[in-house]
């Protein structure tokens, strides 16, 4: 089984401010990986797929970055809105697995 | 609107059984792979299950094997999972999941249901 490790487990930011998630897959999984965000009390909602490849819905200071092993999202200002938890997953081998995420909190 | 609703959570003694249901609209339901997704309380992301378009193939997470199934109606757009033999550390919210549109082969999830919460206890 692929182990998703994200890091940090807990993004203390001010709103306006940029922040930076990372993702490593405990072997390559090459491109098949995508970000989820989920608010409180919602279900996750897809962010990036492809490891850098926003959905038309995906506001545009989400990117994505890596291959391989090593990812990368970045919110760019940070808005109210954003303030979530965010889960990496790999979808190139079964079975498919998550990362243990990372809460973005207001600083 | 493309929208998937699940249903049938509930709570069930350990050992127990239980079906759920996710009925889908606004796309066409046969032509995408769906899967399972878990979510304890307070905790991260788990996948259960995948069934692919056609039915011909399905996948489970180590921990469900064997107890249980997946299956899918395309003529009523509804994807389902039961749970048998069931224990206190399959408490969690139940969410499925369609695969993305512009996918061929590995494929990431672009809609999501609202979940059922299933609690396992005595």
């Known amino acids: 089984e692929i182990v998703m490790t994200q890091s940090p487990a807990t993004l203390s930011v001010s709103p306006g401010e940029r922040a930076t998630l990372s993702c490593r897959a405990s072997?390559?999984?090459?491109?098949?990986l995508a970000w989820y965000q989920q608010r409180p009390g919602q279900a996750p909602r897809l962010l990036i797929y492809?490891?850098?490849t926003r959905p038309s819905d995906t506001p545009a200071r989400f990117s994505g970055s890596g291959s391989g092993t090593e990812f990368t999202l970045t919110i760019g200002r940070l808005q109210s809105e954003d303030f979530a938890v965010y889960y990496c997953?790999?979808?190139?081998?079964?079975?498919?697995?998550f990362g243990q995420g990372t809460k973005v909190e207001i600083k | 609107q493309v929208q998937l609703v699940e249903s049938g959570g509930g709570v069930v003694q350990p050992g127990g059984s239980l079906r759920l249901s996710c009925v889908a609209s606004?796309?066409?339901?046969?032509?995408?792979?769906m899967h399972w997704v878990r979510q304890a309380p307070g905790k991260g992301l788990e996948w259960v299950a995948f069934?692919?378009?056609?039915?011909?193939?399905?996948k489970f997470e180590d921990s469900v094997e064997g107890r249980f199934t997946i299956s899918r109606d395309d003529s009523k757009s509804t994807l389902y999972l039961q749970m048998s033999s069931l224990r206190p550390e399959d408490t969690a919210v139940y969410y499925c999941?369609?695969?993305?549109?512009?996918?061929?082969?590995?494929?990431?999830?672009?809609?999501w249901g609202r979940g059922t919460l299933v609690t396992v206890s005595s």
């Open positions: 999941a369609k695969e993305g549109s512009s996918c061929v082969g590995d494929c990431y999830y672009d809609i």
């Open positions: 606004g796309f066409k339901f046969g032509r995408f792979g």
């Open positions: 069934i692919r378009y056609d039915g011909r193939s399905k």
């Open positions: 072997q390559s999984v090459t491109s098949n």
């Open positions: 492809g490891a850098s």
């Open positions: 997953q790999q979808y190139g081998e079964w079975p498919r697995t």
